[in-house]
């Protein structure tokens, strides 16, 4: 019978961490569905049932995976990542169907938020150790 690998725990860990990531990349796509949710359901006629729906299954989605994947990602770096897809998602968002301001300043800001989020990944995304 064939023994394991010396350094199978250290798959799991990384899997492990490669599944966080991806549940919290999925949560920062989410975040961009629930302000966008709230702009098409809010209008000057009343309320709409779908998009506000589409809230509400947007935030608890996005909060459900920003809880799995901080079981292997410090919270600092989960949450900072988290915020910052949501921010340049919405703004993108914004720019695409609003017709919001494209302006180099403001591309240049989210920029930043992107550099802040790609540090975060090459800098916080040790696995956490569970005891």
């Given at each position: 019978m064939r023994e394991p690998a010396a350094d199978a725990p250290g798959r799991d860990r990384?899997?492990?961490?490669?599944?966080?990531?991806?549940?919290?990349?999925?949560?920062?796509?989410?975040?961009?569905?629930w302000p966008l949710g709230l702009k098409l359901?809010?209008?000057?006629?009343?309320?709409?049932?779908?998009?506000?729906?589409?809230?509400?299954?947007?935030?608890?989605?996005?909060?459900?995976?920003?809880?799995?994947?901080?079981?292997?990602?410090p919270i600092g770096t989960a949450y900072a990542v988290w915020t910052g897809l949501g921010a340049i998602g919405t703004f993108l968002v914004g720019i695409a169907v609003f017709r919001e301001p494209a302006t180099a300043a403001r591309f240049?800001?989210?920029?930043?938020?992107?550099?802040?989020?790609?540090?975060f990944k090459l800098t916080g995304s040790e696995p956490l150790t569970t005891s």
């Open positions: 990384r899997k492990d961490l490669t599944m966080a990531w991806a549940c919290l990349i999925a949560a920062g796509i989410f975040e961009i569905g359901g809010w209008t000057d006629s009343g309320l709409r049932f779908w998009p506000l729906a589409w809230s509400v299954v947007s935030m608890a989605a996005s909060g459900i995976l920003l809880l799995i994947a901080q079981r292997a990602i240049a800001c989210v920029g930043l938020i992107a550099a802040g989020i790609i540090g």
